[in-house]
Antibody, heavy 117, light 107 residues
C-alpha cells in the first residue's frame, strides 16, 4: 500500500521557519518526481515546488522562490520542505505528492502550517 | 505561466445525471492534463491523467477528453460518493497550475 505521511506542520510567527517532512512507502520512491502542493483555508490547490528523481532539478512557484527549499533523501524515502521568512499567506495545508511525471499520482494526507502572531 | 480556467465553478446535479466539467488552458498543453477529486477534509485523488487515461481503481463512469487547450471531464450516472470538488491540473510546464475547481453538489 502506497503511503505518504507528512509531518512538521504547526503554528509559527511571521518571519519564522519550519521544516516539513514526508515519509514515503509502498512504491519505489527514487523513481518518482516529488512535489509539495498547498491549499489555503477554503481555497483551491497551489503547486509549491517539485524535485526530480535524483534531486538534480528543482522548481518553485514564484511566491516561494528564495524562501523555500525542497530536498529529498532517496536512501530514507523522504521528502523535505525547508520554509523560511514565512508570511501570513503561507498558511495552508501542505501536501506531498508523487508522480512519474508532473501529474500527481499519490498524495499524502497533508500537514497544516499556520503563520500567525 | 499557464492559466487553467475551469467551468462551471459549481453545479447542482442529481444521482444518475451525467455531469460535464470543462477546463481551458491559456496555451496549448498537448495532453498534459490531469483531473483530481477532493472531498472535504481529505487529500485530492487523481482520476484521469494524460487527458484521457483512467487512473487504476477509478470507476469507468469517469472519463476525460481533449487536447491542446480544451479539456472535459465527464461523470456518467452520478453516484452519491461523487459529490466533491474537481480540479484540472496542467503537467506541461512549471509552474504547474490548477484550475479553480468545480464543486459538484446534490440537487
Amino acid at each position: 500500500e502506497v503511503q505518504l505521511v507528512e509531518s512538521g506542520g504547526g503554528l509559527v510567527q511571521p518571519g519564522g521557519s519550519l521544516r516539513l517532512s514526508c515519509a514515503a512507502s509502498g512504491f519505489t520512491f527514487s523513481t518518482y518526481w516529488m512535489s509539495w502542493v498547498r491549499q489555503a483555508p477554503g481555497k483551491g490547490l497551489e503547486w509549491v515546488a517539485n524535485i526530480k528523481r535524483d534531486g538534480s532539478e528543482k522548481r518553485y512557484v514564484d511566491s516561494v522562490k528564495g524562501r523555500f527549499t525542497i530536498s529529498r533523501d532517496n536512501a530514507r524515502n523522504s521528502l523535505f520542505l525547508q520554509m523560511s521568512s514565512l508570511r501570513d499567506e503561507d498558511t495552508a495545508v501542505y501536501y506531498c505528492a508523487a508522480g512519474s511525471g508532473w501529474s500527481f499520482e499519490y498524495w499524502g494526507q497533508g500537514t497544516l502550517v499556520t503563520v500567525s502572531s | 505561466d499557464i492559466q487553467m480556467t475551469q467551468s462551471p465553478s459549481s453545479l447542482s446535479a442529481s444521482v444518475g445525471d451525467t455531469v460535464t466539467i470543462t477546463c481551458r488552458a491559456s496555451q496549448s498543453i498537448s495532453t498534459f492534463l490531469s483531473w483530481c477529486q477532493q472531498k472535504p477534509g481529505k487529500a485530492p485523488k487523481r482520476l484521469i491523467y494524460s487527458a484521457s487515461n483512467l487512473q487504476s481503481g477509478v470507476p469507468s463512469r469517469f472519463s476525460g477528453s481533449g487536447s491542446g487547450t480544451d479539456f472535459t471531464l465527464t461523470i456518467s450516472s452520478l453516484q452519491p460518493e461523487d459529490f466533491a470538488t474537481y480540479y484540472c491540473q496542467q503537467a506541461y510546464s512549471a509552474p504547474l497550475t490548477f484550475g479553480g475547481g468545480t464543486k459538484v453538489e446534490i440537487k
